[in-house]
């Protein structure tokens, strides 16, 4: 056994987004991103193949899906399930605190 703690080996420095692969198999990927004051460059979107359930663990987040006029905000302990190909961009993360998040790609079974 090998304890971790989530929130362990965060860079002082931070110029991108850090994406760490927890655990992964065979229709599964989890991991942790850990954002701060990070921005989907304008005009980006995220066209996802699988599914993706989210969670915010710390700081703040505002997505945006492609269609939608208003701004979906995340705080702390809120969750989001995001299906395969819902475009969408973070418009914003926390530029305060760093915005740790836990993301689970999947495939669903056939």
């Known amino acids: ?9 965060i860079p002082e420095s931070l110029p991108e987004e850090l994406f760490d692969e ?3 198999g065979g229709s ?3 991991e942790r991103i850990v954002s701060r004051a990070h921005a989907t ?11 993706e359930w989210v969670v915010l663990l710390t700081g703040g987040a505002g997505l945006r899906f492609e269609g939608r006029d208003e ?3 995340l705080t702390p302990g ?3 399930h995001i299906p395969a190909h819902k475009r969408h961009r973070v418009e914003w993360t926390d530029p305060e605190q760093d915005t740790v998040w836990l993301a689970l790609h999947y495939s669903k079974p056939e």
Request: hydrophobic share 40%.
């Open 1 to 9: 056994m090998n304890i971790q703690n989530i929130f362990s080996d």
């Open 22 to 24: 927890i655990l992964t």
């Open 28 to 30: 599964f990927r989890l």
């Open 41 to 51: 460059p304008p005009g980006q979107w995220y066209d996802q193949e699988r599914p």
């Open 71 to 73: 701004l979906v905000e």
């Open 78 to 80: 809120d969750s989001l």
